[in-house]
C-alpha cells in the first residue's frame, strides 16, 4: 500500500467516527414544538358554589312589585300608663322602624305623633287634659327597606281622679239679729241656713256636693262661705270667705274649720273623698 493511500484510509476512518456522535447528539435532542411554537397553558377553572340571595342584594332591579308590604313585620302597642294628663303608649315591633301613633275620639282619626327612632321598641305620652273620653290609637310602622305593619286598635283615657266634699256638719252662731250662709263649690252654690234665721245658733243638715272630676295634678280647691247678717235698724250685710280645702292624691280626709265674719261665727266638719278611675 502506498503512502498516499494509507493517508486516504486514516481520514475516512475518522469521518466515521465524528459522524456517529453527531448522531447520537441529535437524538437525545426533545422532539416537542420549540418553546416560542408551543401553545397556552391551559389552567381548569374553580367555579365558586352557586348561592340563593334575594334578588334586591343581588341586583339593583326594581323589586318592589315582589316585596309584601306587611310580611315579616310585626309590631305589637299597649297602654303602658294612664296619668291624669294623658295616657302612655308604647310598643315593640319585630325589627327597627319609624313608628308613629294615630289616634282620635270616637274612631282612629288624622292626628298623630311620632315616637323617637327608628327603633324596635318605643313609647310617648298622648297629653289629654280637657276630656276623660276615650280615645282610640293604633301605631303604625314602617321598616328601612320600606315595609309597613300596624297594631291593633287600642282604646283607653286618661286617668280621672273626682271629687266629692261632704259637710258633714254646720252650725252658724248667731249672737244678734239675724243671719244665713250660702257655700260655693267647683261651681255649684248651695244655701244650707237663710239668711233670716234667729239666734243664738242655727244648725244646718249633712249635704254633699256633686261629684267632679279634678284638672290634672290639682291637689286643692276653694270652698265659699258667704255670710249673711243683720240687725235692725243696721242695713243688712254680707261678706265672703273663702277656705282652701286640701284634696288627697285618692282616698279620704275629715276637715273641721271654724270661721268668723261680720259677728256670725260658722263651725264646719268637712269631709273630702277623692276616688280614681
Not at 377553572?45 to 348561592?51: D, H, L, R
Not at 294623658?86 to 327597627?96: I, K, N, R, T
Not at 269631709?271 to 280614681?276: D, L, P, Q, S, Y
Amino acid at each position: 500500500m502506498s503512502r498516499r493511500l494509507l493517508v486516504v484510509l486514516v481520514a475516512l476512518g475518522m469521518l466515521a467516527t465524528g459522524g456517529g456522535v453527531a448522531a447520537g447528539l441529535f437524538m437525545a435532542r426533545d422532539p416537542g414544538q420549540p418553546a416560542a411554537e408551543a401553545g397556552p397553558t391551559t389552567i381548569p377553572e374553580t367555579t365558586a358554589p352557586v348561592t340563593s340571595e334575594p334578588a334586591s342584594s343581588t341586583s339593583s332591579t326594581d323589586t318592589s312589585s315582589t316585596t309584601s308590604t306587611t310580611t315579616g313585620l310585626s309590631v305589637q302597642a299597649r297602654v303602658v300608663e294612664r296619668a291624669e294628663d294623658g295616657v302612655v303608649v308604647g310598643y315593640e315591633a319585630s325589627e327597627p322602624v319609624s313608628a308613629a301613633l294615630r289616634w282620635g275620639f270616637g274612631g282612629l282619626g288624622d292626628n298623630q305623633l311620632r315616637f323617637p327612632g327608628p327603633a324596635s321598641q318605643g313609647t310617648l305620652k298622648l297629653v289629654l287634659t280637657a276630656t276623660v273620653r276615650p280615645v282610640s290609637m293604633q301605631v303604625t310602622a314602617e321598616s328601612a327597606d320600606g315595609r309597613s305593619g300596624e297594631s291593633d286598635i287600642l282604646t283607653a283615657r286618661r286617668l280621672a281622679r273626682r271629687v266629692v266634699l261632704e259637710v258633714r256638719d254646720l252650725t252658724l252662731e248667731i249672737p244678734s239679729g239675724t243671719g244665713g250662709i250660702t257655700t260655693g263649690f267647683r261651681g255649684t252654690t248651695l244655701r244650707p241656713l237663710g239668711p233670716g234665721l234667729a239666734g243664738p245658733t242655727a244648725s244646718a243638715e249633712p249635704f254633699a256636693f256633686p261629684s267632679s272630676v279634678l284638672g290634672a295634678g290639682t291637689r286643692s280647691g276653694p270652698l265659699t262661705l258667704r255670710f249673711f247678717h243683720e240687725v235692725p235698724p243696721n242695713p243688712p250685710r254680707t261678706r265672703a270667705v273663702t277656705l282652701t280645702v286640701p284634696f288627697p292624691r285618692q282616698g279620704q280626709v275629715t276637715l273641721e274649720r271654724t270661721v268668723t265674719a261680720i259677728g256670725l261665727t260658722a263651725q264646719l266638719r268637712l269631709r273630702v273623698t277623692v276616688t280614681a278611675s
